[in-house]
């Protein structure tokens, strides 16, 4: 290299901040491109975790009796403790940035250990969750048990949850390492108000990765838990099976049986015109003027003499798409 | 420092020696040319399959391979030239190297993701070369479900793996890409001062960005069904197999604009530099390139007319498919503008520039046939469609980028090569080519079927040709390798700018100094300011 040129770079090197790389004109300038280079990578990982949600959409048209059963055999509470967890971890992750920002060291590295423990907390439950799942032999593959006619639709459920919440799983694994290192590293007090890009990056991924499970929770575990409040509304309480008056029994999603070929196909649009149908399995006006569901009327062929609970005018305007809201 | 005077300039080739000085390099330059090692690799690699099966199909009988390898064959030469060649050779290769020298920038904005990149690509190439070691693949390079995640017996999960990892290190590059050319661009690089190459590179980022996470997520699943048994295309569970398709090719259909956008860019490079004349309609070549990557991802499903897809959706995917030729279009007629009234200079990469233009303009009008629905149906998997995507993939993509390799050896290397050998390539190539895979749209016409080792009798003429045309497609492709390497020892120094050619890369010393540029540059004027009065005095 010429002399003048090293010289030139030495000198250079002596004027600015020691965290700018040298293809990088300023600190402004290298902040702007991490930052940019960041929101691209989540757009590539909305797409990566679009693809299985895809997935997960079109089967659920297909199967939403399938999906309703799965989604009872999730624990709502573990789920709900460990949304929790993470909406408290990206308030914690915030904080960091934020502590960063001013230039309080200490509480950087608190903050980032709080999130580092609420990350590792999430896991441990999910843990407990997955081992729930494999002594109930809710595991897809050659071991999967579930009874009744909707066992290998409930099975593509049980795919698709482990699918999605693995990899989710896998990406809190990874942030928690990439915690780990900006912990180190504002330990060593590397950071200062003008350069605190890894905190922030670090920030923004952490933030994807709590978003991702906002989605997650209630497309796994909610997915018809409406019909509870359904059930309770119209009188009924309780586990699911025979709730309030005995002679009433309400039916619920393990009792319905689709046709196996017409899965999910062959939605119509209940409408009061439909009294005629309608009286075969007795539902109630209010359900049918409200409902305006997409009730699957083949599915009540099996039982046509079930007493049908009336549910509530409130009730069932509620809901948009029951698929055994009885 | 120590002042050392150097009797030889300075480049990013000599001012440092050792292996791990290559290996580490966080050198936008000296990647490229590790890029470009493992794509040559992966091109004979590929080759070697091509050879094979083209000996196979010179008779009609299967002499040579039974059927099992013989699928094992296809699928690797496609696994291996899609993932490992087409895909990379051009953004990777060329785009890495050239990129950053024509924005002005001193390198790319994330150098170590860079390097990453590389790593990951090639630790993907390692698996997908081992499970070719064990055994190889049979799928096809499609990996169809059920057949990939049930029937199947050959290493798929290896190989699944090995392009699952690949698509990270394009993932990393398209990201890397998109915010140099944001970012690093010199001081009055406006966006339409830049080279119409870095148009093409953006668009090219872009699909990568938004298409290879989905391929990725793709194999993934196929990767958790055939090796952890869960099931999400599986049919005896009332999984869809055609939901794989529609995933596959969401990705895989954009992906062919990853191979093909960039050699556009290349293209119109050298179109302006040997014709010396700027674009013609430089902004509509520009945003032609952003249609084509925007339109790619609304064609998808045209692969599965055939597949039991609602015949509605396959009529507007039939239509979308059409409006992509429009894109396409405008940039073959704004060359073709170019060339008009141009100053053109006859050299090897105008050549292979020639070359693209015929090639690509068959490839393309060829692809109309298949967008309509109902020719589509007596076309799919014949030799018809072997024809048309090898038209666009080799004869469009693989004649770009060597053009572009053509183009910009002396700047890389410093070297000049042979020219006369160089006009001798692409006119082996150019007469190869067409002498392979122009009988093959007949023989798809006719009713061959892609991927059978045996055919009847009656087709054999028109394989015989195929395969002699095989041969000469060989030759012309191994002369640049011998041509390129004398060269590099013997060839003549090529200077700063042996083409007279206009753009930063030509601005700075060949090979280029480590950090690109003494002083950072600054631009005043548009990409392609050629006068004709100065080539007729070159």
């Known amino acids: 290299m010429p002399n003048g040129t090293i010289a030139a770079h030495d000198e250079h090197h002596g004027q600015h901040h020691p965290r700018l790389q040298h293809h990088f004109q300023d600190l402004e300038q290298q902040h702007e491109a991490s930052t940019l280079g960041m929101w691209l990578f989540l757009v590539t990982e909305v797409m990566f975790f679009g693809g299985l949600i895809l997935a997960y959409t079109l089967y659920r048209i297909w199967y939403p009796t399938a999906w309703a059963l799965g989604s009872e055999e999730l624990n709502i509470y573990l789920g709900g403790f460990n949304t929790a967890v993470l909406i408290g971890s990206s308030l914690t992750m915030a904080l960091a940035v934020r502590s ?37 032999f809710h595991v897809p593959g050659p071991n999967f048990r579930f009874e009744g006619p909707e066992s290998p639709h409930v099975q593509i459920f049980f795919s698709l949850y482990f699918a999605l919440t693995g990899v989710h799983a896998l990406h809190m694994i990874i942030g928690v390492g990439l915690m780990s290192v900006i912990t180190v590293m504002a330990y060593r007090k590397r950071f200062s108000p003008e350069w605190y890009t890894p905190v922030e990056l670090g920030g923004l991924y952490w933030h994807f990765v709590d978003i991702v499970w906002i989605f997650l929770f209630p497309l796994l575990y909610l997915v018809d838990r409406s019909h509870h409040i359904v059930s309770e509304l119209s009188g009924g309480a309780g586990d699911r099976g025979l709730q309030g008056d005995a002679r009433r029994p309400v039916l619920h999603a393990h009792q319905v049986r689709q046709q196996p070929d017409e899965a999910g196909r062959r939605h119509r649009l209940l409408l009061p015109g439909d009294h005629a149908d309608a009286d075969v399995v007795r539902l109630s006006v209010a359900r049918m003027v409200y409902g305006a569901a997409r009730i699957d009327i083949a599915r009540f062929d099996h039982q046509p003499d079930a007493e049908v609970a009336p549910c509530s005018v409130a009730a069932c305007s509620r809901l948009l798409d029951p698929p055994v809201c009885l | 420092m120590e002042t050392i005077v150097y009797e030889e300039p300075t480049t990013y080739l000599n001012h440092q020696h050792s292996v791990a000085s290559w290996l580490l390099t966080y050198d936008h330059k000296r990647i490229g040319i590790l890029y470009l090692i493992v794509v040559t690799f992966a091109f004979f690699l590929g080759g070697i399959f091509a050879t094979l099966i083209r000996l196979e199909l010179a008779t009609p009988a299967g002499d040579l391979f039974s059927a099992d390898v013989y699928n094992r064959m296809f699928t690797m030469h496609g696994v291996t030239m899609v993932f490992f060649v ?79 990892i690949t698509g990270f290190s394009s993932i990393l590059t398209g990201v890397n890409f998109m915010v140099t050319i944001h970012r690093m661009r010199a001081p009055g690089m406006t966006w339409f001062r830049l080279p119409l190459f870095i148009w093409a590179l953006y668009s090219t980022a872009l699909v990568m960005v938004l298409g290879t996470p989905v391929i990725a997520i793709t194999l993934l699943m196929l990767v958790l069904e055939r090796g952890l048994h869960l099931g999400i295309f599986d049919p005896r569970l009332g999984g869809d197999p055609v939901l794989f398709q529609h995933l596959f090719w969401f990705y895989s259909h954009p992906a062919v604009y990853i191979m093909i956008l960039p050699p556009m860019g290349v293209i119109s490079e050298v179109i302006a530099c040997f014709s010396r004349k700027n674009v013609f309609g430089y902004s509509f070549v520009a945003f032609s390139s952003l249609a084509i990557a925007v339109f790619g991802f609304l064609v998808w499903a045209h692969h ?27 940039k073959t007629f704004n060359w073709t503008a170019t060339l008009y009234e141009g100053a053109i200079w006859w050299k090897t990469p105008m050549m292979f520039a020639f070359g693209f233009l015929g090639l690509f303009l068959i490839g393309g009008l060829t692809g109309l046939f298949l967008a309509s629905l109902g020719l589509d149906v007596h076309l799919t998997d014949t030799y018809f469609v072997v024809a048309h995507f090898h038209y666009i993939m080799v004869g469009g993509a693989i004649m770009g980028y060597f053009a572009g390799l053509h183009y910009w050896w002396p700047k890389i290397t410093g070297r000049m090569y042979n020219d006369t050998l160089g006009k001798l390539a692409a006119l082996l190539i150019f007469v190869g080519f ?38 000469i497609l060989a030759v012309g492709y191994v002369l640049p390798a011998l041509y390129f390497l004398y060269s590099l020892k013997f060839g003549a120094e090529a200077g700063a700018n042996p083409w007279k050619a206009t753009g930063l890369e030509w601005t700075t010393q060949s090979p280029p100094l480590p950090e690109n540029f003494r002083t950072t540059p600054v631009v005043t004027e548009g990409a392609y300011a050629y006068s004709k009065r100065e080539m007729r005095v070159a």
């Open chain 1, 100 to 136: 960063a920002q001013t230039g309080a060291q200490r509480a950087t590295v608190g903050w980032l250990l709080f999130t580092i423990a609420l990350g590792l907390t999430f896991l441990v439950v999910k843990f407990f969750e997955y081992k729930e799942k494999f002594e109930r």
């Open chain 2, 434 to 471: 067409n002498l392979t895979f122009g009988p093959q749209f007949i023989l798809g016409y006719l009713g061959m079927p892609r991927r059978y080792h045996v055919y009847p009798p009656e087709f054999q003429v028109l394989n015989v040709l195929s395969s002699a045309g095989a041969s």
């Open chain 2, 86 to 164: 087409l895909v990379p050779a051009v953004p990777a290769v060329l785009g890495n190297f050239v990129m950053p020298l024509m924005i002005g920038a001193k390198d790319v904005a994330f150098p170590k993701l860079n390097l990453l990149s590389w790593y990951v690509f090639t630790i993907g190439f390692i698996f997908t070369v081992a499970s070719m070691i064990l055994g190889g693949v049979d799928t096809g390079w499609t990996f169809y479900t059920p057949y990939s995640s049930q029937g199947s017996e050959s290493n798929v999960l290896l190989t699944g793996i090995g392009v699952f």
């Open chain 2, 304 to 330: 599965l007319f055939v597949a039991g897809i609602s015949p509605y959706s396959a009529l507007i995917f039939s239509f979308l498919s059409f409006a992509v030729a429009i894109p396409s279009a405008v």
